[in-house]
């Protein structure tokens, strides 16, 4: 597959550095490392297409929203009144501020958290929905839009956009570390359980239309699809070009692997590419 094969040529490092340079770089400096790296090919221009999509787009059919995959497990979705984000971590991320009105971060992990977008949305004044920001952006925020800190259940209405939040686990030593984000847009319902380990920690309120998920940390995904039927499954965090090849960097033959147990306990899957727009 051609997309694993660029993914599998671009190595942790130069990932790092591409990533480290920032929205300003050159664009003979970006074209070079495109043909050196062709997996930082891929990363930047499913970025340069959601965000086009993003602002030329409406929200989805019958009040539903629009949802892209950006990167890793970081998704930009569209309402009728509002525009977030979840765990945007991408060299150009920064360039979103201005089009979204607050964000949302499972936990601090350096593949889920975009340092320059988040400050970006602080000094704006916009809220930033978190377990290790205390209040970040909050105090400031624009009427109707609080937010903040959050390590245990809370309840947040941000425009048109309902938000259960709870605690997870990553795994068993880092406990409370993930927080879930339970998201409903009319009659339409986000599951995005992040870095989240222990099936046991998962108990939407309502039954999900999606459920964002990364199943290869320790999770029997199975046994999550049984528990709270979701309609459609998107598996995550694959190809995620931060981690080296041999370890924690799980392929698309994974994800499919993923998907087919997903199928077989009676929801649908997707394995979403970056740049896909899912709904």
């Given at each position: 597959?051609?997309?694993?094969?660029?993914?599998?040529?671009?190595?942790?490092?130069?990932?790092?550095?591409?990533?480290?340079?920032?929205?300003?770089?050159?664009?003979?400096?970006?074209?070079?490392?495109?043909?050196?790296?062709?997996?930082?090919?891929?990363?930047?221009?499913?970025?340069?297409?959601?965000?086009?999509?993003?602002?030329?787009?409406?929200?989805?059919?019958?009040?539903?929203?629009?949802?892209?995959?950006?990167?890793?497990?970081?998704?930009?979705?569209?309402?009728?009144?509002?525009?977030?984000?979840?765990?945007?971590?991408?060299?150009?991320?920064?360039?979103?501020?201005?089009?979204?009105?607050?964000?949302?971060?499972?936990?601090?992990?350096?593949?889920?958290?975009?340092?320059?977008?988040?400050?970006?949305?602080?000094?704006?004044?916009?809220?930033?929905?978190?377990?290790?920001?205390?209040?970040?952006?909050?105090?400031?925020?624009?009427?109707?839009?609080?937010?903040?800190?959050?390590?245990?259940?809370k309840v947040f209405?941000?425009?048109?956009?309902?938000?259960?939040?709870?605690?997870?686990?990553h795994n068993p030593?880092?406990?409370?570390?993930?927080?879930?984000?339970?998201?409903?847009?009319?009659?339409?319902?986000?599951?995005?359980?992040?870095d989240s380990q222990?099936?046991?920690?998962?108990?939407?309120?309502?039954?999900?239309?999606?459920?964002?998920?990364?199943?290869?940390?320790?999770?029997?995904?199975?046994?999550?699809?049984?528990?709270?039927?979701?309609?459609?499954?998107?598996?995550?965090?694959?190809?995620?070009?931060?981690?080296?090849?041999?370890?924690?960097?799980?392929?698309?033959?994974?994800?499919?692997?993923?998907?087919?147990?997903?199928?077989?306990?009676?929801?649908?899957?997707?394995?979403?590419?970056?740049?896909?727009?899912?709904?």
């Amino acid at each position: 597959m051609e997309f694993q094969a660029d993914i599998d040529a671009t190595s942790a490092p130069d990932y790092y550095a591409f990533r480290a340079a920032g929205p300003d770089m050159e664009e003979s400096a970006r074209q070079a490392a495109f043909a050196a790296h062709p997996g930082l090919r891929r990363y930047d221009e499913a970025f340069d297409k959601v965000f086009a999509e993003v602002q030329g787009t409406g929200a989805g059919a019958e009040g539903r929203p629009a949802v892209w995959l950006l990167y890793n497990m970081g998704l930009v979705i569209k309402t009728p009144k509002v525009t977030f984000a979840i765990d945007i971590a991408h060299r150009q991320d920064v360039r979103l501020a201005p089009l979204l009105d607050f964000a949302l971060v499972t936990h601090n992990h350096d593949d889920h958290v975009g340092p320059a977008l988040l400050g970006a949305m602080n000094s704006a004044g916009k809220t930033v929905v978190s377990n290790f920001l205390d209040n970040y952006g909050a105090l400031r925020g624009a009427a109707g839009m609080p937010g903040g800190y959050t390590r245990r259940r809370k309840v947040f209405r941000l425009g048109d956009v309902h938000i259960r939040t709870a605690p997870s686990d990553h795994n068993p030593y880092l406990k409370d570390f993930t927080t879930t984000f339970e998201i409903t847009i009319g009659d339409w319902t986000l599951y995005h359980t992040g870095d989240s380990q222990n099936i046991a920690r998962l108990n939407p309120v309502r039954r999900p239309n999606l459920w964002v998920v990364h199943p290869l940390c320790g999770m029997d995904i199975t046994e999550g699809v049984r528990k709270f039927h979701p309609r459609r499954v998107a598996i995550c965090h694959l190809c995620e070009m931060g981690h080296p090849p041999d370890k924690w960097r799980w392929s698309l033959k994974d994800g499919l692997r993923e998907a087919a147990r997903v199928e077989a306990a009676g929801a649908e899957a997707v394995v979403p590419v970056w740049g896909e727009r899912l709904v």
